[in-house]
């Protein structure tokens, strides 16, 4: 368990985006295809506290449940150069979840509730080594999937969930407070 003094922290940034990148989300058996529906950049020190929530819409027009679930992920976006002098595509930058303790935010999507509204929610504490000058980028990733993706038999996963254009992903950024002398 976490305790946090509010009281001992300042809120020194806000901020938000309402940006769903994809249309659809690919229905597929695996637990794992995620993509981006939204990402926001933040200014971070080590120590400050990221307040952070995120919710997301989804239409199923397939005929069958699909599972929708969302993870809260973050990566620096600021990595130090390899020993080539190259900086790493995000891609293959360190990704982790901030939301790793609490699991998967998910519910079914059945064809009688057709759509659904998905929220989530997670304080994160900026680690003590986080580098100097460097930001960070908190996304909410979602991935669909169904054990009747492949209705057809031929393997290939087609069926599609649709992301709808609405959306909002929050970073509320505290730092602690310095008393003045």
């Known amino acids: 368990m976490t305790v946090i003094n509010a009281g001992a922290l300042d809120l020194t940034g806000f901020h938000t985006t309402n940006e769903v990148v994809p249309a659809d989300l ?3 058996l695996s637990t794992s295809t995620w993509k981006t529906i939204m990402r926001v950049i933040v200014p ?3 120590g400050d506290v990221l307040d952070v ?3 997301m819409k989804a239409t199923n027009d397939e005929g069958y449940n699909v599972g929708l679930g969302a993870h809260l992920w973050a990566y ?6 390899g020993p080539d002098g190259t900086v790493p595509a995000v891609s293959v930058r360190p990704w982790w979840r901030l939301d790793g303790e609490a699991g998967s935010v998910g519910e079914n999507v059945t064809k009688d509730t057709h759509h659904i509204t998905l929220a989530v929610a997670v304080p994160y504490v ?3 080594d986080w580098p100097v000058g460097h930001r960070i980028v908190v996304v909410l990733r979602a991935d669909a999937h169904s054990t009747a993706w492949d209705k057809d038999g031929d393997g290939v996963a087609e069926d599609r969930l649709t992301v709808d254009p609405y959306g909002r992903l929050t970073v509320r950024r505290y730092t602690p407070r310095t008393e003045a002398l």
């Open 44 to 46: 971070v020190e080590a």
């Open 26 to 28: 690919v229905v597929d």
């Open 126 to 128: 900026v680690p003590a």
């Open 53 to 55: 929530s995120a919710w």
């Open 76 to 81: 620096d976006c600021d990595p130090s150069p």
